[in-house]
C-alpha cells in the first residue's frame, strides 16, 4: 500500500481523537475551576462564622485569622491553572453579590490588595485548624476533630457521590495528624496539630510546600521534606508519639490512619499510632503533602528537649547493598536558597514575575 495514502487515511482519525481530548481536558479544567470557587467560597463563609463565634466569646482576637484565609484563597485562585492564562480567578468570584465583595473589601483591604504580590504561609484549612484549637483548646483531640467534622457538613461543594471533597481541588483536609512528647508515665507535652496540603492542584501543592521549606515549617522538618528523594532522614527523641486520622466519605467522620511509607521512613523513631503497615497503594503525592509535617513541625518549634535532640542523617547505599546512615547538618541556609529557585520558577509560571531573591521579603503579614 503506498504510504501517502496510508497516512492519508490514518491523519484525520488521529486528529480527531487529538481534538476531542482538547474538548474533554478543556472541560474537565473548567469544572475544576468550578469547583475551586465553589469550594473557596463555602470556606470563606463557614470561616467566617467560626471567627465571629471565637471573636464573641474572646473579643480580642484580632482580624488576622480571617485576613490571612482570604489572602490566601485569594492567592490559590490566581495561581489555578486557567484555560486562557490572561484570565485568573479573581476574587469577585468567590462571592455571592456585589454588595458582599464590596463590604469585605472595605474590610479587609490587605487581603484585596497583596494576593498577588505576597505569599501565604500555610493553607486556609491550617489556618481554620489553629482558630479551632486556640478557640476549644488543644488537650481534646477527640473535641477537636469532632468540631472539624461538624464545619465540614457546611463546605459541601456538591452532593454528588463522586465530587468528594478529599480530591486536590477542595479546601478541606482529608487528613489531619496530633501528636504530642511522653517524657514519662507522669508528664507530657501539649498535643499538636496538623493537617494535610488541602490545596487546588498538584502544582498549588508544589507551590505550598517550597513555601513551607522557606518560611513556615522547622528546620528539621524542612530537611527530611526537602531532601526526602535523595534518602535523608530525622530521627527524633524516645517518646514522640503521632496519631493520624483520615476523613472517610460519605459520613465525612475523622478515623485513624497508619502513616504512609514516606512519613514513616522520613520521620523516624516516632511512635505512630496505627503503627505503619505496608501497602502496595499507590502513593504518588510529594514529600511535605502530609498532615504529619505540620503536626512534628508544631512540636519541634514547641519543645526545645525535642528539638535539640532530633537528629539529621544521610541514608545511602553501599556497593556491596548494604545501607548506612551518615550523621550530617540541618543546613536550612542551603534548603532556602535551592527552595527560592524553586519557588520562583513554579511561580512564574503561574503569571508572576519574581526573581528567587525576591522570595523572602514577599510572604504575607497580616496586619
Request: glycine share 4%; proline share 4%; hydrophobic share 35%.
Amino acid at each position: 500500500m503506498d504510504s501517502n495514502h496510508h497516512a492519508a487515511d490514518v491523519t484525520p482519525h488521529v486528529r480527531s481523537n487529538i481534538q476531542r481530548r482538547k474538548k474533554l481536558n478543556h472541560k474537565d479544567k473548567e469544572l475544576i475551576k468550578k469547583k475551586l470557587v465553589k469550594s473557596g467560597t463555602v470556606f470563606i463563609i463557614e470561616f467566617f462564622k467560626q471567627w465571629k463565634a471565637f471573636k464573641e466569646k474572646k473579643p480580642n482576637v484580632t482580624n488576622a485569622y480571617f485576613v490571612e484565609v482570604l489572602h490566601c484563597i485569594f492567592f490559590l485562585g490566581y495561581i489555578h491553572e486557567r484555560q486562557d492564562k490572561k484570565k485568573p480567578i479573581e476574587p469577585r468570584e468567590f462571592f455571592s453579590s456585589d454588595g458582599i465583595y464590596e463590604r469585605f473589601q472595605k474590610l479587609f483591604p490587605q487581603a484585596f490588595e497583596q494576593y498577588r504580590t505576597h505569599w501565604p504561609t500555610r493553607t486556609p484549612f491550617s489556618i481554620l485548624l489553629d482558630l479551632v484549637t486556640k478557640w476549644k483548646g488543644c488537650s481534646n483531640h477527640t473535641a477537636i476533630l469532632k468540631h472539624l467534622e461538624d464545619i465540614r457538613k457546611g463546605m459541601v461543594v456538591d452532593k454528588n457521590k463522586d465530587d468528594q471533597c478529599e480530591n486536590n481541588y477542595c479546601l478541606v483536609a482529608s487528613v489531619i495528624s496530633v501528636c504530642y512528647f511522653q517524657e514519662d508515665m507522669k508528664r507530657s507535652s501539649p498535643i499538636y496539630y496538623g493537617a494535610s496540603l488541602s490545596c487546588s492542584g498538584r502544582v498549588e501543592t508544589q507551590v505550598m510546600i517550597t513555601l513551607s521549606c522557606i518560611k513556615t515549617w522547622n528546620d528539621a522538618v524542612a530537611h527530611a521534606v526537602w531532601h526526602g528523594k535523595s534518602g535523608n532522614i530525622i530521627r527524633l527523641p524516645n517518646g514522640v508519639i503521632c496519631m493520624a486520622y483520615k476523613m472517610k466519605l460519605p459520613r465525612g467522620s475523622y478515623l485513624e490512619e497508619s502513616p504512609c511509607v514516606k512519613c514513616h521512613r522520613i520521620f523516624q523513631n516516632i511512635d505512630f499510632i496505627p503503627v505503619y503497615t505496608e501497602s502496595d497503594k499507590t502513593q504518588d503525592w510529594h514529600y511535605g503533602n502530609c498532615a504529619e509535617n505540620e503536626s512534628l513541625s508544631n512540636l519541634l518549634n514547641g519543645e526545645e528537649r525535642v528539638r535539640n535532640e532530633t537528629v539529621a542523617y544521610r541514608h545511602y547505599e553501599e556497593q556491596d547493598s548494604h545501607s548506612l546512615q551518615e550523621q550530617v547538618p540541618l543546613d536550612r541556609a542551603e534548603i532556602v536558597n535551592q527552595a527560592k529557585k524553586k519557588a520562583a520558577q513554579l511561580l512564574n509560571s503561574r503569571g508572576f514575575k519574581i526573581k528567587d531573591d525576591e522570595i523572602e521579603s514577599k510572604f504575607f503579614h497580616p496586619n
